[in-house]
Structure formats: structure tokens, C-alpha cells
């Protein structure tokens, strides 16, 4: 039979993680940490407050680009939080997640060859969404002895005429690194001299610990070159709501708007009005819940520095990244024979780009009991496959 | 390359102890040191001492019979007015109540009436025997109001049809 999917899928590899979500499912007793999102339900009263708009008959299509009002909260948050000014009208779009407002960004800057770089490892949506919209991914490996952070001086040399934008996570998902600021101005000042635009996805903005949260925006002279992502998944644990927004010049929102609306057409509306209730009144419960990831960061890189996966302190998002090299194993295989013999379940670092081997990331959006049953089990594990 | 241990302010241990065991009474010492930090040894002794010192009263299973079978038992909740006595206010009647075994649960509270009592039996007939004869006739006892519980949806915190399952898939990026 002829071909009937599109060449440029070929150039997308499937998911490195396939394999193991389909040996969790058929097996009992799996310790996770392989999630990435909040095991914390979205705070009630947020829930509430979309289901007494759905009470209320709030059922249909909003304005592409977003409810006005959700908006206008959003450019006062933006300027509480940032000290950053969008217009409500012209600035801002809401998406459905990040994860479309990644798709819409690339889609609305990119030519067919131009290149995107962004480190490696990253997340796994980032090189697949400048694939699909047939661009290039240029990686720029990163490395745990200088925990992740993306040099400026690789970018400027990874740049070439057909550079169109750096794409960057901030905090990083997998590694939980969180780049200072004197570092990303750096790459802000690479960016500016070489005329690129920034792609900051900032899902992980306010999941920082010891440090205020701010934004690559902020930088001097960035916000008009920079379209920053952000949304609601992560700190108000609204990941199933589907609700993000992407902000940055009048003529890239419009050309994101242009795309939207002929393909998601608005975000759902419930989790728009979730999203104003979170906006309004969420802080308290995103601080405590905050508070509680920070707490089990400590405990899991305690126990995994214990236990000699050597694993630097993550700043920010809910991930753990050590390195399992000492046992001599893959990624991979550490991954998976972790899973069969103690029922553990982490992604192996290789599923976020080739720097990731030699690492697993872990998860601490779990509670505090599956951690320490989670460590204990992988401390045994360790101890038996660790060369003597 | 190694974690920044959390710095606790005395006593803390403890309470981060007594939290776990509330939380889950099975959590083993091995589990509660690598959640907390603090060294297997140690939390054997506190749990040693909070044992001794009824800080920590009993370890409990909380069931939900009904998922079991049918529940054999009744539980009752019992509204008493009462009036105070001279010295010793509501406690004497008080500690007359809550020695019949049937008594799960007393509590003193304001409002309309004095006392709640949480009683089961293993029929209405045993319940509302327990009420007419042994409580009501108590001395200072002025009235009682009797509710049958007809299903538990929530206790102390727990949902107990729906809660605790994660919905989430085991492995997303």
C-alpha cells in the first residue's frame, strides 16, 4: 500500500518512553516517578468556580484569542509578578496548555530550514514541534558538571544564516536546573546582536525554591524579542485542564491568533474561568503546594546522593536528574531493569536527547511515603548492580 | 555535587514523626528515616517515647465495612442534654458515659446540647435499649435525641468511597 502519512513525521522519533509506559500498565504494585505533573488535585475552590460556570451556562466558544477578562487578569499578574506590561487586547493569547502555545510559536516564526537551538537534553516537545513545522533542531549539549546551564558562547557558535530562534525551558524539565540571570542575559545579549527571537517556556516559572521567580522577558531589551510561554498545569496542579498562554509582540500574537483560531478555534472555556479563579485567589494554595515539593526535593536528593547516584540540587520545577553512572548501566537499562526487579518507575534521560544518557529523571510530585519506599527500593537496587 | 540538608528547629522530628504515623500508621521506622532525614535508631526513639507518653494512643485501621459485606453493626449518635454539677461541671456525668463499652466516641460541645456520644450496637433494638435504660436514666441527664447513622461518606478526612487511587497515568513527559 502507498504511503499515506506525511514524510515529515519520519523525521520525528517516537517516544522513548512508549516501551515503559506499556510495561507499568500490565504490572501491579509500581512505585511512579516517572509523572510529570502534581499529584495534588487542582485546589478546590478552583474547580469550584468552573462548576458554577458550567451551572451557569457557560458552554460555548470565547473570543479566539481568550476570554477578555482572563486576559486582563493576566496582564495585571504578569505585571505583579514581573513587572511586565501586555496589552490584554494585542499581547496576550490563551492556548490550550503550553504545549499548544509551543506549536503556535514555532508554527508562526519558522520557515521551512531555518533552525531553532535549544539545549539537549530538553523537553521532548521542542525538537518534534520545529520538525513538524519543517524546520531544523540545532541541540546544544549541556553537561551535569555545569549543571545544565546552556553556555551563550555555544549558542553564538551553534548560530548560522539560517538561525531563526533559541528555545529554552525555563526551570528546565528534565533536569530542574534553573539558569541565573547574569547566564541568560548572556544569551539575551547573543539574542539581540544576532536579531533571534527567544522562545521561554516558563510552565516551571513559579516552581522555584530559594529564589523569586522572574522571567527571560524581564531582561533588558528582551521582552520584545522574547514570546514567553506560560500556563496554569503545574503550579495550580490544572494540568488536565488544558489552559496556558503565550505572550509576547503585537504581530507574533497575531500571527499565533491567525493560526489558533483556524485549528483550536479558543481554549475550553471552563478552564479559561478556572483559570481567572486561579488567577484571583490561587496564590496560597500554589505557595503550600510549593512548600511541599520543596520539601521532598530535599529528602529525594538527600537519599539519592546516599545512596552515590550523584544528583546536584535542583532550583526549580519537580524533577530530580542524577546521574546513574556509577553502576555501570544505560539509562535505559537502568530504567527498565529498575522497574523489573523493584517496581520503580523514572525516565531514562536518553528520552530527552543524547546528553541525557547517563542520567534518569526522577519525579517528586509523589508523596512523601512513595519517596522514601521509592529510595529505599532504588538504594537496593543500586547496591546490587554497583561494580565492586 | 551533594544535597543541602534541611536544618530543623528542635522538636520538629517529631511532629514530622507523629505526622507519617497519623497519616499512615504502617510506615515502618526505615521508611519514616528516609522521609525525614533523621536516622532509623532515632525515630525508633521517639515513637518509643511518644508510645509511653500517649502522645501516640493506638494504631488504627480505618475500614470501610460496607465494601466488606453488610455492616452487622449500628452506630448511633446521641445528642445529651445534661445539666452541670456543682465542682466537677459535665465531667463526672461525663466519665459515667464514656466507661459503658458501647460508647465509641464522647465529645463535650456547645451549642443546643452537651454532650455527643458515638455508640454502636449490633441492632437498633441494642441502641435504643442502651439509650432508654442506661443513658437516659443517668442522674443529670435531662434529655436525649437519637440519630441512627445511615452511611458514612467521610471520615477524619478520608473520602470513603472515592479517596486515594492517583488518577494519573504512571509515566508522562
Known sequence: MKKCTARRLDKVPPSGIRKFFDLISSMEGVISMGVGEPDFATPWHITE???RSLEQGFTMYTSNAGMLELRRELSAYLKRTYNLDYDPDTELLITSGVSEGLDLAVRAI??????????????????????????????V???CENEFRLPASDVEAAITPRTKAILIGYPSNPTGAVMEMERLAEIADVARRRKLLVISDEIYNLLVYDMEPTSFACLPGMKDYTIMLGGFSKAYAMTGWRIGYAAASHEIIAAMTKIHQYTALCAPTMGQIAAIEALRSGEPEA?????????????????????????FEPRGAFYAFPSIRSTGMSSEE??????????????????????????????????????????????????????V | MSGRLETRPKGDGMRKILEILENDARATPKQIATMTGISVAEVKNIIKKAERKRVIVKYKTMINWEKVGHDEKVWAMIEVKMQPQKDVGFD???????????????????????????????????????????????????????????????????????GGEDRRLPLTI
Open chain 1, 334 to 387: 537502568f530504567a527498565e531493569s529498575l522497574l523489573m526487579e523493584e517496581k520503580v518507575a523514572v525516565v531514562p534521560g536518553t528520552a530527552f536527547g543524547k546528553c541525557g544518557e547517563g542520567h534518569i529523571r526522577c519525579c517528586y510530585a509523589t508523596s512523601m511515603s512513595n519517596i522514601g519506599e521509592a529510595l529505599n527500593r532504588m538504594a537496593r537496587f543500586v547496591h546490587k548492580h554497583r561494580p
Open chain 1, 287 to 311: 505557595k503550600r503546594m510549593i512548600e511541599e515539593y520543596d520539601r521532598r526535593r530535599h529528602v529525594i536528593v538527600k537519599g539519592l546522593n546516599n545512596m552515590g547516584l550523584d544528583c
Open chain 1, 141 to 143: 549539549p549541556t553537561y
Open chain 1, 49 to 51: 468556580a468552573a462548576i
Open chain 2, 92 to 162: 463526672a456525668v461525663a466519665e459515667r458515659i464514656y466507661r459503658f463499652p458501647q460508647v465509641r466516641t464522647l465529645y463535650l460541645v456547645s451549642g443546643t446540647y452537651d454532650l455527643a456520644v458515638f455508640v454502636v450496637g449490633k441492632t437498633m433494638q441494642e441502641v435504643a435499649s442502651f439509650v432508654s435504660q442506661k443513658l437516659a436514666p443517668l442522674d443529670g441527664v435531662h434529655g436525649t435525641v437519637t440519630h441512627f447513622l445511615l452511611k458514612r461518606y467521610k471520615e477524619d478526612g478520608e473520602i470513603l468511597d472515592a
Open chain 1, 110 to 139: 519558522i520557515d521551512p530550514g531555518n533552525e531553532v537551538i535549544m539545549p539537549d537534553p530538553a523537553y521532548v516537545a521542542y525538537p518534534a514541534c520545529v520538525l513538524f513545522a519543517d524546520g531544523v533542531p540545532v541541540q
